[in-house]
């Protein structure tokens, strides 16, 4: 009798362990709007590198989709023309395949942390149009054929429109004019034809920021030029 009893109080506790839920997962931002658009941050190399736990922690949880922060910027990866390096890129790309995270390349064309060669000849002189346009082909569809088929999009150009909605007075526009824009566009789909391809910049709100940033698109539009995108930077803390 006493062996029974024992065994129906056994029976009963496993019963009702079968019937609790399993613990629940811990459900993050992105988790939110799942279904319904990508929650992204950026990723610096220190964090990539594994320097900083709790900033990737929380990368995982909240976020499926990373922007480079600083390793895909022409003055990192290629700071002497024809020398490349890819090791920072390389480890970025991978982290947010092993997560399963959207990736976002950033950026191909700014007129902020470029390396100063790209723009002059041997003697210190601004090369001609023809010379940029091929250095920033060159260097274009080297990046975005490197990670063809594993970076889903591209900042294209990045802050090219000033506050008043008229052009930055950079190099690019100086040596090769208004036309870069496209040029880099056409450029950057050639390498992977599959990737979104997007305007980046800040202060959108700004009214004739916004209308310079509206007449750009359409133009590149208007010209057949993919375009997928409007990125507008910003900071929430």
């Not at 947010?96 to 060669?117: F, K, R």
């Not at 090769?176 to 950057?188: H, N, S, Y």
């Not at 698109?217 to 930077?233: H, N, P, S």
Request: aromatic share 10%; with cysteine.
């Amino acid at each position: 009798m006493k062996i029974s009893i024992i065994t129906g109080t056994l029976t009963l506790a496993l019963g009702l362990l079968s019937c609790q839920a399993p613990p629940k997962k811990e459900l993050g931002f992105k988790d939110a709007f799942e279904g319904k658009f990508l929650i992204g941050t950026t990723l610096n190399t220190n964090q990539i590198a594994g320097n900083e736990p709790e900033a990737i922690k929380l990368t995982k949880r909240e976020f499926n989709s990373i922007v480079a922060e600083n390793c895909m910027k022409m003055e990192s990866l290629q700071p002497s023309e024809g020398y490349f390096f890819w090791d920072e890129a390389d480890a970025f790309v991978k982290f947010g395949e092993d997560n399963g995270m959207h990736i976002v390349g950033h950026t191909l064309v700014w007129h902020s942390q470029t390396p100063a060669w790209l723009f002059v000849d041997s003697e210190g002189n601004d090369v001609s149009r023809e010379v940029l346009i091929e250095r920033m082909r060159t260097h274009i569809q080297t990046v975005v054929g490197r990670y063809k088929g594993r970076v889903d999009g591209w900042d294209v150009v990045n802050e090219s429109i000033l506050e008043d909605g008229s052009w930055r007075q950079s190099k690019w526009i100086e040596i090769i004019g208004p036309d870069f824009v496209r040029l880099a566009f056409e450029f950057a789909h050639e390498a992977d034809p599959d990737a979104e391809l997007y305007y980046n910049d800040y202060s959108v709100s700004t009214p004739a920021k916004r209308d310079g940033i509206y007449y750009l698109a359409k133009d590149l539009m208007e010209k057949g030029v993919r375009l997928d995108g409007i990125g507008m930077q910003g900071h929430l803390t």
